[in-house]
Every structure is written in C-alpha cells, then in structure tokens.
C-alpha cells in the first residue's frame, strides 16, 4: 500500500459573476462586485481566486463592434517593457489593492493589446495570475483556441461569437508555473540535495497551476500539456453561451447541453491528468446573449466538489487536499509515465480529419 502522504491544503474560490449588461456597463460597477466577492473570500478564509474570461466587461466578441476606438476601450495596453500594465490600470487596480490588502492571489482575464518591440500590435484574449505573496504577477496565459468567426453572421437576429475577428491565438502556450506563499511547508529548490532520491521532491514543492480560457478547456492537447508538466490546479474562467437562435433545440434544452458538455471537459481533464480545476463563468443575460453559469471547483477524480447555484454574482468555494493529486499520477492508470508517444504524432502533425480510403464494393 502506498504511503499516506502529507495533506497540502487551500482553500480556492470560482467568483462567478453574473451578467455585465451592456457594452456602456461602468466599469466601476463591475469592479465593486468582484471587490465584494473577495470580501467575502477573505471572510471565508479563501486564498485564491478565480475571476472569468473578460471579466471587466460585457462579453463584448458578442457584438459587431466597428468603431475602432470603441473597441480599442476594450483592451488593455502592455508591452515587453510593462507586461502586467494592467495592473495599475484604472480598470483593474481596485481589484489588485483589494487583493493586496486581503492577501489573497487573484486570476482574472481581460482583452490584451500588446505592442511588441519595433511597434507590431496584436489583440489577445487574456488571463493573468497575481501573487498577493509577491505583489506581482507572475504568469500570463493567452487564449489558445479561439471559437467563433472573423466575419459578422448576417443573419437576422442571431447571436454573435466573434472571438476570430478581435483576438490572435495566444502565444505562449501551456506553460505551468509554481505559486509561492499558497501551502504550508512546500519543499524549496535548496532541499533537495538533503533527500535519498530528486524524485522524492515530487508532490512536496509549491502548489504547480496553470491556466486555460474558456474554449481551451474542451481540448483534451491543452490539459495533457500541463498534465506533463504536474499541474495540481488549472484555473479557466469563461462566456459559454447558453442558447442562440440560430441553434437547434428550445433554449431549456440547449442550455442544458452546454451545462452537460460544459462539466463533462471540466471532469474528465481533471480525471485524465490527475488535477484539481476552478472554472469560474460569467452567467446570466447580457445584451448580445445568454451564457450559462455552472462555475465550479473539480477533484482530481473528476467529481463537481463545488458548483454554483444561481446565474449572479456567487462565490464557489472548497479546500482542497493537494497530496491527493499524487493518487492519480502514481497508482496503475498513471497517464505520464505509460504513455506510447512512437503512436501520437498525428496529435501533433495533424490539423482536420483524415479518414481510411473509402471501401470496394
Ligand atoms: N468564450 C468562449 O470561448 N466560448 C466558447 C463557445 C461557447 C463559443 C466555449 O467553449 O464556451
């Protein structure tokens, strides 16, 4: 039997938000409800947490937006001098103080209008991770697969998903990283000489996380990407549209559907990589739509140990034993170490599908 390990507690919160109305919503609005969220995280002890996708604004990929300045308003400016601008910014930094103030690490996605040096500029959807330890940030994820289209759908009366028109793909991959100050007692680079075997280290150092955006989730590459890396917590926030005309089924049913396929990539990448995951979502009408809410917190089994019950502004919270994210990766079904990688090249040449020849009669 193998060896009860340590328990490597923390306690971590989805902050759903409910709608954002409009595209005019004042941003200070939005960010009073996401400071009272982390109000009552503090009260609750919580020591991370999770925002959406976009969180500042309505879901604005959602609208035809034309004018250039009004969806410059949209997105923050960086650069590889200031990358973490955003954090200072006006639209931002109440969040950060409070965070600060609280002690408590905060995630959050927003729109990123980076200007590379010699003055390219490319528009990303995305995700940050700021260390209330540190006071900085220290990671930054890019929306890997974008959903939607670049050209308006003109048809009358459907609903918009125009993430292809504002956003590039990101560019910096599934990178995990370590988050310093979350568990107790976490093994630094400096003990490792004192032990039999480096391996002995696994499992024991601060708490290793990563980040996907939304769509990101339902690709199984991404997941496994961090899972080769010993993710124990990936967070995404999210705008899932909940029914649109255009779409089969009554609003009810499609609904459901989203919600089902929704939890089914949160459980099973969790389960396939041995990981906790905080999925916070922005529910509830908007102008442009409706998105469903289901922010919830998974186990490395794959079982919902926490999921919102309403489409506002809610707070889903659980502690979670990080040690236990070893059973996955240790017992018989452990996905890195039998992996057959001479049969996976398709995974990494192919894009669309190729399928057999077509039978004689
Ligand atoms: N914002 C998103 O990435 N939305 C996509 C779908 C609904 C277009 C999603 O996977 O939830």
């Known amino acids: 039997m193998a060896a009860a390990r340590e328990p490597r507690l923390l306690t971590v919160a989805a902050a759903q938000l409910g709608p954002v109305t409009s595209l005019d ?23 991370l947490v999770v925002f959406p996708e976009l969180a500042f604004t309505t879901f604005f990929p959602g609208y035809v937006i034309n004018d250039s300045e009004e969806l410059a308003s949209f997105f923050e400016p960086a650069s590889p001098s200031d990358p973490y601008a955003i954090v200072r910014s006006p639209n931002a930094k109440p969040l950060v103080d409070k965070a600060d103030e609280l002690g408590i690490d905060i995630s959050f996605g927003y729109g990123e209008r980076w200007t590379a040096e010699g003055g390219k500029v490319t528009d990303y959807n995305t995700a940050i991770y700021y260390s209330a330890a540190r006071k900085r940030c220290i990671a930054k994820y890019r929306k890997i697969h974008l959903p939607g289209r670049y050209e308006p759908d003109t048809r009358p009366g459907v609903t918009q998903q125009l993430e292809k028109r504002y956003f590039t793909p990101g560019d910096l991959g599934f990178q995990a990283f370590r988050v310093p100050g979350l568990v107790q007692g976490a093994l630094k680079s400096g003990h490792v000489q004192g032990l039999p075997d480096p391996k002995d280290a696994e499992g024991r150092g601060d708490p290793i996380l990563g980040m996907l955006i939304c769509n990101d989730r339902r690709w199984a590459e991404g997941w496994r990407c961090y899972g080769l890396q010993g993710i124990e917590l990936l967070l995404e926030g999210y705008n899932t549209t909940a029914f649109a005309p255009q779409y089969e089924g009554s609003n009810e049913e499609q609904e459901q559907e989203a919600l089902f396929h929704h939890r089914l990539s949160c459980q099973a990448g969790s389960y396939q990589n041995a ?87």
């Not at 707070?315 to 240790?330: I, M, Y």
Request: some cysteine; hydrophobic content about 35%.
């Open 275 to 361: 990981c906790y995951s905080v999925h916070a979502g922005k529910a509830g009408t908007e102008d442009h739509g409706s998105l469903i809410a289901g922010s919830s917190i998974v186990d490395p089994n794959g079982h919902v140990i926490a999921e919102s019950k309403t489409k506002g502004d809610e707070l889903v919270f659980a502690t979670l034993d990080l040690s236990k994210c070893l059973k996955g990766k240790e017992r018989v079904f452990a996905f890195e170490k039998h992996r057959r990688v001479e049969h996976y090249s398709r995974l990494i040449d192919q894009v669309g599908t190729e399928e057999p020849a077509l039978l004689s009669e």
């Open 25 to 47: 919503t004042p941003r200070e609005e939005v960010l009073r409800r996401m400071t009272k969220l982390l109000d009552e995280a503090a009260e609750k002890k919580v020591r």
